[in-house]
């Protein structure tokens, strides 16, 4: 059964920094495409980056890019997201996803709060 | 970057209706879109891949078709657990983009 488990969201200020970790299981995650995908509260959902397998090729959303850094592990089997530079409209349950077209395993996700 | 547009925002049906919902592209993404379904306070799930390709697990009440700016998602028989909110997203750019949601409501 493939489990994704994110951790490390939290409470920081405007223009702080968060590291966010996915633990995967239950696949051969060296294999996959890995992405971020974030919601707003109460609102819709908006992709923010994705990882090749070898984690030789990465894209992100416009709005992250220069902010965010998404990375993987394949010996650890883990996917981070370094968010540096946050704004308050950062602010989002962050998941975890397996795919970087569609999207068919999400993890539950982490809440980042960006707030004075 | 591709807008995708969904209709209508809300749809308000009883069980074992029929449910139509729609995902409009600003451009063309060929066969490249996907559904989701979301309940309040869980993940997202996939439900269909690639326009009319259900995901693995998914019922047969659900299927997806269309192709170009055009596609659909229909719920042949809605069962009580299909009162959720839907989402489109194409993959065949970056950045990948989802429409705005569908929520399909008891009427």
């Known amino acids: 059964e493939v489990q994704l488990v994110e951790s490390g969201g939290g409470l920081v200020q405007p223009g702080g920094s968060l590291r966010l970790s996915c633990a995967a299981s239950?696949?051969?995650?060296?294999?996959?495409?890995m992405s971020w995908v974030r919601q707003a509260p109460g609102k819709g959902l908006e992709w923010v980056a994705s990882i090749k397998p070898d984690g030789g090729e990465k894209f992100y959303v416009d709005s992250v890019k220069g902010r965010f850094t998404i990375s993987r592990d394949n010996a650890k089997n883990s996917l981070d997201l370094q968010m540096t530079s946050l704004r308050v409209e950062d602010t989002a349950l962050y998941y975890c996803t397996t795919g970087g077209g569609s999207f068919d395993n999400w993890g539950q996700g982490t809440q980042v709060t960006v707030s004075s | 970057e591709i807008v995708l547009t969904q209709s209508p925002a809300t749809l308000s049906l009883s069980p074992g209706e029929r449910a139509t919902l729609s995902c409009r592209a600003s451009q063309s993404v060929s066969s490249y879109l996907a559904w989701y379904q979301q309940k309040p306070g869980q993940a997202p799930r996939r439900l269909i891949y690639d326009a009319s390709n259900r995901a693995t697990g998914i019922p047969a009440r659900f299927s997806g078709s269309g192709s170009g700016t055009d596609f659909t998602l229909t719920i042949s028989s809605l069962e009580p657990e299909d009162f959720a909110v839907y989402f489109c997203?194409?993959?065949?750019?970056?950045?990948?983009?989802f429409g705005q949601g569908t929520k399909v409501e008891i009427k």
């Open positions: 239950g696949f051969t995650f060296s294999n996959y495409w």
């Open positions: 997203q194409q993959r065949i750019n970056w950045p990948r983009t």
